[in-house]
């Protein structure tokens, strides 16, 4: 059970349509495997077209699933006007991202109005083992109006 | 002129051919565009497979190509059998990342045999004019063998 | 001369006030060396009661000090009614922090009705030389009324 | 039960003594509260002398005891003959840091030979109530011999 209660009763369906907008989760393969008040899980596949020079998944491609993940989690608990934007982000990179699937899970930590703080968490799945790769801290802002600039 | 005195003659080489095997760097349409001692720029245009979900540039993707810049800023300072890894970094978004183009700059900070800190900045290019749109500061790790695995 | 336009023609005023508030700036040492718009300058003096387990002035120290220079450089650029409150950091130490004195810079790289980015450059001072020991980046939030808590 | 093994057997004892020198530490009348493989506390009461304007617990005199929490985590786990060195930290403040005592863990997340990656969190206790009011992702580096200097 969620700790958090929803602004939004259609925050499900809101997540899903911003998320079918997002150009860059098509590139990635990334699709929306869970959506909870304030927690929202991205999974996507390793491609050849998302590596670094080893040939595991790209740290800055990892940290464009779980932005979004982290994203999209806070957007959960947003208002209905409400647009979300990434403040900022830190991501620390525990172990190489090697695997066939790699699973995304972003955390609401704190909600506010204004400013929301969330935790994410990025796992790769080899041969059915799961093994924590990368930790992110990543706060969002809510913004008014379509256009989802601060001022 | 440089501050840094690189310990190989052919960094510049190594860095254009680790960068030719990153899978990331050409599903962004990434290029190479300046290379020396402590100092890599990368350029890429605006495409609709690398948006979020208001058409601005994705931050993860931005993140992606500055990533890039830094470790590439600190791979040209290492010792020929170094491999590079990035340990962590930090982005802060300070306006839309907007343009038909964008130049990402990583510059090393603090050298040293084992990690370097590099600082990151991302500009948005429109009908001519530059924005800084993102900075980035970035600690990277020198390790030994071709598999670029820390233990 | 500075980029910025202050909202408060009493900025300066402002920001001695505060600072002479804050009890953890006095257990410092720390003073106010330069204050302009969208800069602040902290000073403080090496002393044992400041230091890590090898003498040298402790990393949350410096911290403290980067915090309220960036903190104060966004404050001066703040509307006459705002509090200013940090939402978060991030400090990177490039060299162990050994000096008599140490200057702790804080810039506002974009300012906001809301929220302000900020960074920050501490140097040691040692027989007359100057060096950068960290770096900072830092994410400020204006926030209306006296108590100084966000929502 | 820890998950970790320590390599040093008087990891414990090693702690308390480098606590010790800590000058910092005494200043913010810290102590250390639990010390045990990738594990160790902190606690201090609310003092006037380590407050920001408002009267809470200054966000880097928080951070100070969150960092030292987060190295002797780390500190823990590493060699007999090594020292441990801050690299960088992140923090983001959830809450005002407004309460009686405060209690900082530090956690080791991945240790490893030379890097060491952790997490912090403060809480701020006040009438028998805990809460969360800052989390820590904090990098640490092992480095040989007693003056604690990374080249």
């Known amino acids: 059970m969620s ?16 998320f079918s907008c997002q150009g860059a989760m ?10 909870a008040p304030g927690a929202v899980d991205i999974a996507l596949d390793w491609s050849p077209t998302l590596t670094q020079q080893h040939g595991f998944l790209h740290a800055g491609m990892l940290s464009a699933a779980l932005d979004s993940a982290c994203g999209y989690a806070a957007f959960t608990l947003m208002a209905p006007e409400a647009e979300v934007l990434t ?10 991202a090697q695997g066939e699937r790699f699973r995304m899970e972003g955390r609401v930590l704190r909600p506010g109005r204004t400013i929301t703080v969330c935790e994410g968490r990025a796992y790769a799945l080899s041969t ?9 801290a990543c706060t969002l802002m809510a913004v008014a109006g379509r256009e989802g600039v601060r001022d």
Chains 1, 2, 3, 4 share one sequence.
């Open 87 to 96: 403040i900022e982000f830190k991501i620390n990179l525990l172990a190489p």
């Open 3 to 18: 700790p958090f209660e929803p602004r939004n009763s259609h925050y499900a369906q809101r997540v899903h349509e911003s």
């Open 26 to 35: 098509q590139t990635l393969g990334a699709r929306l495997d869970h959506v």
């Open 128 to 136: 059915g083992a799961e093994k924590l790769v990368a930790t992110m």
